[in-house]
């Protein structure tokens, strides 16, 4: 029997303290619960500092670099009773280096974490949501898609990379009623600025909330 979806659980994939603890907070107001995926050492740091908002979270450990085993992760969480009906996908790997001198290791590897952990949530949540009928899976992305910056070589290709990813996964979703679109953030992310990360997190909730005769395959978040 195809797991019954929560439509006020979120799920953010590459968990941190700047966006995406935002955005869990954000959804957190209006009364969703978050499971956390993250790699790092952090994560149970952050997930008791967003329980004592009085927020609902679960952590889970996962690293995207293995992807069969960070797949399988996904499908546990899927699988299980009350699956999140929103996906945050906010993974990304800054690994610094130009394009003429980053070994093509290095670049598959931030590949896998840039795009493909991204195609896969969508591959594992898709199904679950076609079922319910409803769900949004949201993707961050940023201006280096829109201008490379050479000594960020990799992750420049990734972001223009997840853009199309993205809008090929909205196109494979729209019918079934499920939103997917990327959310572009064209500046840097510093706390007390326009783009803060709490600014940027009401785009997010924008994005899930809009009705369906408004939904984009893409927002961007300017700053203004």
């Known amino acids: ?55 609902e979270i679960e952590a889970v450990r996962a ?36 394009i003429l001198d980053t070994t093509v290791g290095r670049l598959r590897t931030a590949y896998d974490v840039d795009v493909l952990g991204a195609v896969v949530a969508a591959q594992v ?14 993707f961050t992305s940023g201006g280096f898609a829109d201008h490379p910056v050479p000594v960020l070589a990799s992750l420049s290709m990734g972001k223009a990379a997840l853009r199309s990813a993205a809008t090929l996964i909205a196109a494979g979703v729209l019918e079934d009623g499920i939103h997917a679109a990327t959310i572009t953030i064209a500046g840097s992310v510093v706390p007390g600025t326009a783009f803060d990360p709490d600014n940027i997190a009401e785009l997010f909730w924008t994005a899930h909330t809009d009705p369906a005769d408004a939904w984009q395959t893409e927002y961007r978040f300017t700053g203004a």
Not at 28 to 55: C, D, H, K, P, V
């Open 1 to 55: 029997m195809p797991a019954a979806v929560d439509p006020r659980h979120l799920l953010l994939i590459g968990a941190g303290p700047g966006v995406g603890a935002s955005v869990v907070r954000r959804f957190g107001r209006e009364g969703f619960r978050s499971t956390l995926i993250s790699r790092g050492e952090t994560l149970e740091q952050l997930a008791a500092e967003l329980r004592s908002g009085e927020l």
């Open 63 to 98: 690293d995207i670099e293995d992807l069969e085993g960070y797949r399988a992760t996904l499908e546990r969480i899927f699988r299980g009773p009350g699956a999140p009906g929103v996906a945050v996908y906010n993974a990304a790997l800054p690994d610094p280096g130009e």
């Open 125 to 138: 949540a898709a199904p679950v949501l076609r079922t319910a009928g409803t769900g949004t899976l949201l």
